[in-house]
T-cell receptor, first 113, second 110 residues
Framework: EAGVTQFPSHSVIEKGQTVTLRCDPISGHDNLYWYRRVMGKEIKFLLHFVKESKQDESGMPNNRFLAERTGGTYSTLKVQPAELEDSGVYFC???????????FGPGTRLTVT | QKEVEQDPGPLSVPEGAIVSLNCTYSNSAFQYFMWYRQYSRKGPELLMYTYSSGNKEDGRFTAQVDKSSKYISLFIRDSQPSDSATYLCAMTRRGGKLIFGQGTELSVKP
């Protein structure tokens, strides 16, 4: 069974540009999460989808971040316009319905210059 | 004050040693506790998952949860160089978002 995949693995963009990150969860997992780790800090929650619905978006830092999960399969996280403080590693995780353990993808390393 | 505190290390031990990794937390509502292992430039890999208080063993790994003290531990027996990684504790109330510790960097020397 394939794990959680994320694309791209690394992205370097200039301040003010737009970047879209993609996550493909484990097949059949209803729950999809986005997390972020900035340098020197712990991994922090951004957003939780149950199928295509946003269950909890309390961790989204501001309205420059937009997450979607059309059709309840893969998800995208768009940052527009990117700021320097958005640099970090963005992780996606998934879990089956009614299960609390989460399986993480390899992450997307975002560098904003 | 952070909800979850974890000593970032680094922690260096000789091969074969018993390793003890710990986290403390402040929110008594946490019920599900996880340990992840993360190798450099990789995503966190789920190692152990425990519900409420008690012990859970899986091979060389043992997870302990003491909810009365708000303290969780991960023990690694007969540590190997391949165990060298960052270990992250994480916890949640009833599913949903995980709250992570900062991670402890472990190095096992041959």
């Amino acid at each position: 069974e394939a794990g959680v995949t994320q694309f791209p693995s690394h992205s370097v963009i200039e301040k003010g540009q737009t970047v879209t990150l993609r996550c493909d969860p484990i097949s059949g997992h209803d729950n999809l999460y986005w997390y972020r780790r900035v340098m020197g800090k712990e991994i922090k929650f951004l957003l939780h989808f149950v199928k295509e619905s946003k269950q909890d978006e309390s961790g989204m830092p501001n309205n420059r971040f937009l997450a979607e999960r059309t059709g309840g399969t893969y998800s995208t996280l768009k940052v527009q316009p990117a700021e320097l403080e958005d640099s970090g590693v963005y992780f996606c995780a998934s879990s089956p319905r009614d299960h609390y353990e989460q399986y993480f993808g390899p992450g997307t390393r975002l560098t904003v210059t | 004050q952070k909800e979850v505190e974890q000593d970032p290390g680094p922690l260096s031990v000789p091969e074969g040693a018993i390793v003890s990794l710990n986290c403390t937390y402040s929110n008594s509502a946490f019920q599900y506790f996880m340990w992840y292992r993360q190798y450099s430039r990789k995503g966190p890999e789920l190692l152990m998952y425990t519900y409420s208080s008690g012990n859970k063993e899986d091979g060389r790994f043992t997870a302990q949860v003491d909810k009365s003290s708000k303290y969780i531990s991960l023990f690694i027996r007969d540590s190997q160089p391949s165990d060298s990684a960052t270990y992250l504790c994480a916890m949640t109330r009833r599913g949903g978002k995980l709250i992570f510790g900062q991670g402890t960097e472990l190095s096992v020397k041959p």
